[in-house]
């Protein structure tokens, strides 16, 4: 019988070398409980990786000498004893532990083992993310890259900005039938005139 944690750890390999997840993941031989759960691990480990690194190197006294194995199974640990209420934090320490004397060694087992049990130790303080600005937390948060976290504030902020201009043109009793559009280089609103000719006004058209 195939193990669902060893087919989730081969799977994140395969996908940490550029293999997408479709192709890596293969559950033949598994019941269909243990297919969710690997599947539930990969897709999980994955949509966290770092915020999942962020606790990783919290915890490990020189996080980049860490054999890459070792962090795929400590990623996949803490997955699931913060996210999966289903699984006992007992049951994946001891789990992890087993998997790590297989590929690694007992050194990396202990690794593993205290590392966890520090974790189960501070229980959701383990997860807090501390002293960092707020782009770069939400960035852990939400496992986003920073560029991305800029990109949507900015575009919250617009979408934000357009909604209330509409709203005021609304209270203003202005008969428009509004398009409003965002594109890279800037805010623009199209706008039907008085006979319904399409006109294109830049957005600081109607700012004070």
Known sequence: MRNPRFLALTTLEKVEAGAFIQEAFDPKGLKDVDRNLAETIVYGTVQNKLFLDHVIDRFVKKPENLDQNIRQLLRMALYQMHFLDRVPDHAVVSETVK?????????????????????IRQKEDA?????????????????????????????????????NLKCYLLLKRINLNLLLKYQ????????????????????NYFLP
């Open 184 to 203: 890279y280089h800037g805010l623009l609103l199209d706008l039907h005139d008085k006979d319904d000719q399409l006109v294109q006004y830049p957005l």
């Open 99 to 119: 998997m790590a004397k297989v590929i690694s060694n007992v050194g990396a087992a202990g690794l593993v083992n205290g590392v966890l049990r520090r974790v």
């Open 127 to 163: 997860f807090l993310i501390r002293g960092e600005d707020e782009v770069t937390r939400l960035s852990i948060a939400y496992s986003f890259p920073k560029e991305w976290v800029v990109y949507f504030q900015q575009l919250l902020k617009d979408v934000w900005l357009l909604l």
